[in-house]
């Protein structure tokens, strides 16, 4: 008996042991593994956000407003669109500031893989992209150098290069498919591009350094920051004319509000503006082109985007480093989420 005791207290010793020792490193391996972006991949739209400042991607669940993975890409990733197919997410990548190191590329990402599995020659310092709707053509913003360059996707060849003014750095396709819209900061200028011949066949006035354009879904109407005017510029997209100019109200102590990233809700009533400096989302009625409400979010918004369901927004704030998430009903924010270093742009994929 006093044997078979010992062998029992051992045996539970034993047990104790594996328990103090085994069992807290099988849960970090565990946790590792979810970090790594083994767990489990979300089931509803993702949001993907470049952070320029230290080359990621971050990865939001956005049924969740929480961070589950980051896909370091290198460089200085800024625009970031979904891919034509809707399978694949499309980020710029140019030099980082005062940096040797980098490239002058658009970087193709396969979202279950992670990883970059494409890239397309650009111009130098290409800041913003559209990839045409058949697939066939990558439109790019060059701001270096003062382009629109144009890649035939099947050759990966730079196919026209067209001067388009300083500093170009928005771009956006008419729905269409017929005009490419190229904002240039310095010049004040916006250049419409002909997609059937790869020219420039006019240029319009709009308010003091135009950051991004957008056109609303049926294409009679596109819409303009600018981030010194302090504006949205109304245009008619037919014509290519300046019709209407929206004048936004200095923020606190009188500062002006630095519009810059802008997207159109589904049913083409309200247009989110992200303000830069402002630190706010400037809603806009686009029925009378007035401001509807300020909502205060995260300090520098630069890119903005919309849920699928149009019932949530987001902001990617460079200097705060997060993204806040806007309840589109009540307009509040109802979440923030933090990111990688100098928060971008945004792309959705649903």
Not at 171 to 200: F, K, L, M
Request: net charge positive; aromatic share 6%; charged share 20%.
């Amino acid at each position: 008996m006093p044997v078979r005791g010992h062998k029992v207290l051992c045996s539970r010793s034993r047990h104790r042991k594996w328990l103090t020792t085994s069992l807290p490193c099988f849960f970090f391996v565990i946790g590792l593994l979810a970090i790594s972006g083994c767990a489990t991949k979300p089931k509803g739209p993702v949001a993907y956000v470049s952070n320029e400042r230290d080359g990621t991607i971050t990865v939001i669940d956005m049924l969740k407003d929480r961070v589950v993975s980051t896909i370091r890409v290198g460089a200085r990733p800024r625009g970031i669109r979904l891919g034509p197919n809707g399978k694949t997410i499309w980020v710029a990548l140019s030099y980082p500031t005062n940096q040797s190191q980098g490239e002058d590329k658009i970087a193709v990402i396969d979202p279950d893989s992670e990883r970059v599995i494409a890239k397309y020659d650009a111009g130098t310092d290409p800041e913003q992209f559209v990839v045409n709707k058949a697939g066939t053509r990558l439109y790019i913003a060059n701001e270096d150098a003062g382009t629109a360059s144009v890649t035939d996707l099947n050759t990966n060849r730079v196919i026209a290069s067209m001067a388009v003014g300083i500093e170009p750095e928005g771009i956006a396709e008419s729905p269409d498919g017929r005009c490419v819209y190229v904002t240039s900061e310095s010049n004040s200028i916006v250049s419409v591009i002909d997609t059937q011949t790869n020219q420039v066949v006019k240029t319009f006035l709009v308010g003091a350094r135009p950051r991004e354009a957008v056109f609303s879904a049926e294409g009679s109407r596109a819409y303009v920051t600018a981030e010194n005017g302090d504006t949205i510029s109304v245009v008619d997209a037919r014509n290519h004319q300046v019709i209407q100019t929206i004048g936004l109200p200095r923020g606190d102590n009188a500062a002006p509000l630095k519009p810059k990233g802008i997207v159109i809700s589904s049913d083409g009533k309200s247009i989110y503006v992200a303000t830069g400096r402002g630190n706010a989302v400037a809603v806009i009625n686009t029925e009378n082109q007035k401001l509807v409400t300020l909502i205060p979010v995260g300090q520098r918004p630069w890119g903005i985007a919309l849920s699928p369901d149009g019932s949530k927004l987001y902001t990617a704030n460079g200097l705060s480093n997060d993204v806040s998430i806007i309840d589109v009903a009540t307009h509040r924010v109802i979440a923030t989420v933090s990111a990688g270093q100098g928060p971008w742009g945004i792309a959705i994929k649903p």
